[in-house]
């Protein structure tokens, strides 16, 4: 098999994975910023961690890094307007932003008032791999906002293409 071959055949192989769909929210004193992020799990039963993978070059990284805290909201399929938004590039989204339904944490951090559920967690680590990094993270303080289904990976690109 080329390399070509090779990269085609994982790439049809990983869209066949589902997620849930997330927005992680990050702050520092003059400015804020929410992604959307499908790469979050909890990654352990008892010791109540998570890990998100995210690009190492988004802003919102170096937010996390200074801040030592973040919000995860977790979306519902409800929620696809907010999606939307939090999938947008920088420069689009920082203009869309407002328009958000907003929550602070007491520590500033924004999140999605009107998702499913949200936790603030403090940072407590970072693994680098080949571009992206994989965020640790220890959950403080949280909230059950609604109930309903949770929004995945495959309903976002059936609805939203
Ligand atoms: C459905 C979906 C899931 C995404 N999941 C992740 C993710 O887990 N980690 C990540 O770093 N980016 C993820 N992204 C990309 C970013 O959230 C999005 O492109 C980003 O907000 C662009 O930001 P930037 O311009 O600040 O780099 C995802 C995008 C979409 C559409």
């Given at each position: 098999m080329t390399e070509t071959e090779k990269n085609d055949l994982f790439k049809n192989i990983f869209k066949k994975f589902n997620y849930g769909l997330y927005v992680l929210g990050g702050a520092n004193?003059?400015?804020e910023d929410l992604i959307i992020c499908s790469w979050v799990m909890?990654?352990?039963?008892?010791?109540?961690?998570?890990?998100?993978?995210i690009d190492g070059d988004?802003?919102?990284?170096?937010?996390?890094?200074?801040?030592?805290?973040?919000?995860?909201?977790?979306?519902?399929?409800?929620?696809?307007?907010?999606?939307?938004?939090?999938?947008?590039?920088?420069?689009?989204?920082?203009?869309?932003?407002?328009?958000?339904?907003l929550g602070r944490t007491a520590d500033d951090i924004p999140y999605l008032n009107n998702s499913l559920a949200y936790f603030e967690c403090n940072y407590t680590d970072s693994v680098k791999m080949k571009s992206n990094v994989?965020?640790?993270?220890?959950?403080?303080?949280?909230e059950i906002l609604s109930e309903g289904e949770s929004l995945t990976l495959h309903d976002y690109y059936k609805l939203l293409g």
């Open positions: 004193s003059d400015s909890q990654s352990s039963y008892n010791d109540g961690e998570v890990v998100i993978n988004r802003p919102i990284y170096s937010l996390i890094q200074k801040a030592g805290i973040f919000t995860i909201s977790v979306l519902g399929i409800d929620n696809l307007d907010e999606a939307a938004v939090c999938a947008l590039s920088r420069e689009e989204r920082k203009e869309k932003l407002g328009s958000l339904n994989l965020l640790v993270g220890t959950p403080v303080d949280g």
